[in-house]
């Protein structure tokens, strides 16, 4: 275990517990989350040092990674996804004229694949050798085992995304940066980001899936991500709630916190935490931020 000194968006040293909640996927150990009471940034600390993160990886309920669809839940995720990627495609073109995009986190390529299939120039970044292998087996894409963002060139791309991947990021203030010297000015960033703003993390508290320690060290609203992208010249465009995630997330938070998988509990939870944010009085469970480059 290693403890985190100082806040990565704001250098405090000023932190308080805000939760302790546990690895419901491999490990069932308790992990801390804190907050850094300057900049509001949440993070779990102490963390599993990097070298040794990959080991709670190793779960079959990592569904990004399996590309599993056997059982009631796991095919529901799939279907989902299938709608999410033509809703990821769509946003991604309506966001810049892009011929060169990059995708950190690209799981088993289903999104690329249809990037690629609108004559987008596609490399992936992936660091899990069963999703990289299917990616490049299942759809000839261009997948990098290597998570260094200094092997591509300075302005090499128009757009990155990363989907649900920037909370898994151990330095971000390096990866931010580096981001900032491989997307070309007035390209664009595409994040996409748990938020515990949001209904549903209220409402379970420690049992709230997007917590997902320790595989999540960084957890993030919007105010402490635009923070820390505009300390590396990036703008927020917009910001989109992803309202499936609701349901996703609260039906495996009602099993963490019952022993079992109550769908209509996910599915009620996941309603109200989607009116919540549509009418103002908290955010959706997941958002997209999409930020411009103005180096």
Not at 9 to 37: L, M, P, Y
Not at 63 to 68: F, G, K
Not at 170 to 177: A, G, Q, S, V
Request: some cysteine; charged content about 25%; overall charge positive.
């Amino acid at each position: 275990m290693i403890e985190i000194k100082n806040c990565q968006i704001c250098n405090s040293t000023n932190f308080s517990k805000i939760t302790k909640t546990r690895d419901f996927s491999t490990s069932s150990e308790e992990f801390v989350i804190v907050k850094c009471q300057d900049c509001k940034f949440l993070f779990t600390n102490p963390r599993v040092k990097e070298e040794n993160i990959g080991e709670y990886y190793k779960s079959d309920k990592y569904i990004s990674h399996t590309n599993s669809d056997k059982g009631l839940f796991n095919f529901l995720y799939q279907t989902v996804r299938k709608y999410a990627i033509k809703t990821k495609t769509k946003l991604l073109l309506n966001s810049i004229d892009t011929t060169k995009h990059l995708d950190i986190g690209c799981g088993t390529g289903e999104f690329l694949n249809s990037c690629k299939q609108k004559n987008i120039e596609c490399v992936g970044v992936e660091p899990s050798e069963i999703a990289r292998t299917k990616a490049i087996k299942n759809y000839n894409i261009d997948v990098r085992s290597d998570t260094n963002l200094n092997q591509f060139s300075e302005d090499k791309f128009d757009s990155v995304s990363m989907w649900h991947v920037l909370e898994h990021v151990y330095d971000l203030n390096k990866t931010i940066e580096n981001l900032n010297k491989i997307i070309r000015k007035d390209g664009v960033l595409i994040v996409a980001l748990p938020n515990h703003k949001s209904f549903d993390a209220k409402n379970y508290k420690n049992y709230w899936a997007a917590w997902d320690v320790p595989i999540h060290v960084n957890h993030f609203c919007p105010k402490t991500i635009t923070k820390l992208m505009s300390k590396y010249d990036f703008t927020l465009k917009n910001k989109i709630g992803m309202k499936f995630d609701s349901f996703y997330v609260s039906l495996l938070s009602s099993e963490y916190r019952s022993g079992r998988k109550n769908y209509l509990e996910g599915f009620i939870i996941g309603i109200i935490s989607n009116l919540s944010a549509m009418l103002g009085f908290s955010e959706y469970s997941s958002t997209i931020y999409i930020f411009k480059n103005n180096k």
